[in-house]
């Protein structure tokens, strides 16, 4: 049974910070890029943040480079996103993501249930 749960999101201001968890089960974590992914209200998916299956390989969306950053503990099974200098576009439902090889968003092979980050005054 795999299982992806985020946990996390909240309500935060603008210019404040989160951080993200994802924890993983039912699948061998330490061999898979795992993923963050957003969608906003009334928008589609987009794809935020990847990491490779010991961290050596790291990418960010343009609109979240230099103010997030991705990380996995595999000791743990567990994936995090730091989210800082937040600003209310980042506002969305967070899911996390795995793939046993690199793939595009919508071949992604597991997916958690989100969690939800509103950034507002």
């Known amino acids: 049974q795999v299982q992806l749960v985020e946990s996390g999101g909240g309500l935060v201001q603008p210019g404040g910070s989160l951080r993200l968890s994802c924890l993983a089960s039912?699948?061998?974590?330490?061999?898979?890029?795992m993923y963050w992914v957003r969608q906003v209200p009334g928008k589609g998916l987009e794809w935020v943040s990847s990491i490779n299956s010991v961290g050596s390989s790291i990418y960010y969306a343009d609109s979240v480079k230099g103010r997030f950053t991705i990380s996995r503990d595999n000791a743990k099974n567990t994936l995090y996103l730091q989210m800082n200098s937040m600003k209310p576009e980042d506002t969305g439902l967070y899911y996390c993501s795995g793939s046993l090889r690199y793939k595009q968003l919508l071949e992604y092979d597991y997916w958690g249930h989100g969690t939800y980050v509103t950034v507002s005054s």
């Open positions: 039912g699948f061998t974590f330490t061999n898979y890029w």
